[in-house]
């Protein structure tokens, strides 16, 4: 069943169409102005080697970001919660633009750290506005088909992005040719936004749907608005599940953050490949994220009965081995085995990752703190994702490839071992407390005959 398929007028169906149509050619659109640096790296490498940009340079400047992003997500995921996914969404996609510009149009380190890092923290506010638009206008039933295919957005959007760019590359276009192409490009693309996304159903004269009714604010879960400040943050500081799906966000964040930027870079250096070709070639980490999205969430909901701990156990027990293989390569003899790896890394990892701020953030939020959840689940990863930049960089600068997948095999150790806490702790207690209530006899009646 599609997500327009919720119950509802054939107008708010409509509308809702309309919504994961725009929300996802949006946030795939944010991923033009953040895939375009990791493609124009090899280029930047190039053309200021000479002045002491290394790869060690670029990847402090990609931590600068990261970090910046991070402290975005923390607190406007927040903000979002009181002003409105629809403000932030837009505005996000501005933003973006002009920090865009800034950066092809700058020369020096100085210039290229300001300008990534003024464009982190503005990307920040795409997701979490993107839950909060989806809070209003999906039933809970909905929320895992919807996000399944609200994450394809950055999966594929990074896909498109490096195929694009990456073709440009090839025809000859300069580095700064690759940042004013991708501000171009995110610019059309928020004025087609500007006219289709709407705050949600009450925009069009529709009823907003039901919220999960187990979220971690009870019946004030339905509320778009906090009370306060207070009153918004305390279920999820006091929830030990939640604390659980921060750390597993973490490590995934730092394991995908590195595959994301340092592809193209390993695939030309390991796998032997051109700039131009690497950078199209790193197109298959996130088409298979994205395959990876659909068959977790399948599974998921078919086979383990919305049991996500017991998938993402089961992809990351895998992917420790997968990394660990990554690592014992120093110099490929042809680039087939790297893709292959790089393929199946994606394809383990990026479904159990989509779980964390997505339906969970939804599920535990409901419509007054959904931006919050994923904005929380968000900034606990990407502070560990600030060393996929400075620090996968200088390992690789130091020790090589091999080592860097060393390194992430075991971050991907101890993420499997939250992520078993997670379904031990809170997925099956949960189902051994619905099992008890279910063998309790009901209470007797008063006057009841014995």
């Not at 997925?427 to 209470?443: C, I, K, L």
Request: hydrophobic content about 50%.
């Amino acid at each position: 069943m599609s997500p327009a398929a919720s119950p509802g007028s054939a107008r708010l169906r409509t509308w809702q169409r309309i919504t994961v149509s725009a929300l996802t050619l949006g946030y795939a659109g944010y991923y033009f102005c953040r895939s375009n640096f990791s493609i124009a790296t090899p280029l930047l490498l190039d053309a200021f080697g000479e002045e002491g940009l290394d790869k060690e340079t670029i990847g402090l400047i990609v931590s600068a970001g990261v970090f910046f992003y991070a402290i975005g997500k923390l607190f406007n995921g927040m903000l979002c919660d009181f002003i409105g996914g629809r403000k932030m969404f837009l505005f996000g996609m501005v933003g973006s633009i002009g920090a865009t510009v800034l950066f092809g149009a700058g020369t020096g380190v100085a210039v290229f750290a300001v300008a990534w890092s003024l464009n982190r923290l503005i990307q920040s506010m795409g997701w979490g506005a993107l839950v909060k638009i989806t809070s209003n206008w999906f039933s809970y039933q909905r929320y895992g088909t919807v996000m399944g295919l609200l994450s394809l957005s950055y999966l594929f959007g990074d896909a498109v992005a490096r195929l694009v760019l990456g073709g440009l590359v090839n025809l000859g276009v300069g580095w700064r040719g690759v940042f004013y192409a991708a501000a171009g490009i995110l610019g059309v693309i928020a004025l087609v936004d500007y006219f289709l996304v709407k705050a949600g159903p009450q925009d069009i004269g529709e009823p907003e749907p039901d919220v999960n009714p187990h979220n971690l604010y009870g019946a004030a879960g339905g509320q778009a608005r906090p009370a306060s400040l207070k009153a918004l943050l305390k279920p999820f500081l006091t929830s030990v599940g939640f604390w659980l799906v921060m750390i597993m966000s973490l490590g995934l964040t730092m394991i995908r953050e590195s595959f994301n930027f340092w592809t193209p870079t390993y695939l030309t250096e390991v796998a032997g490949l051109s700039a131009g070709d690497a950078a199209q070639y790193s197109l298959l980490f996130p088409f298979f994220g994205g395959l990876s999205v659909l068959l977790a969430g399948w599974l998921a909901d078919r086979a383990a009965g919305a049991r996500r701990g017991v998938v993402m156990v089961g992809a990351l027990l895998p992917l420790v081995f997968v990394l660990g293989g990554m690592g014992l390569i120093q110099t490929a003899a042809t680039a087939t085995v790297p893709l292959l790896l790089v393929s199946l890394a994606a394809l383990l990892m990026i479904g159990p990752y989509s779980f964390l701020a997505g339906a969970i953030s939804l599920d535990l939020g409901g419509k007054q703190g959904s931006s919050t959840a994923a904005g929380l689940a968000d900034s606990a990863g990407y502070f560990g994702g600030i060393l996929s930049g400075w620090g996968i960089g200088a390992i690789a600068q130091r020790s090589g490839w091999d080592a860097v997948f060393l390194v992430l095999a075991g971050i991907a150790a101890l993420t499997l071992v939250a992520a078993f806490l997670y379904w031990r702790v809170q997925e099956r207690g949960r189902a051994a407390g619905a099992a008890s209530e279910v063998e309790q006899p009901p209470p007797s009646q008063p006057g009841a005959q014995g």
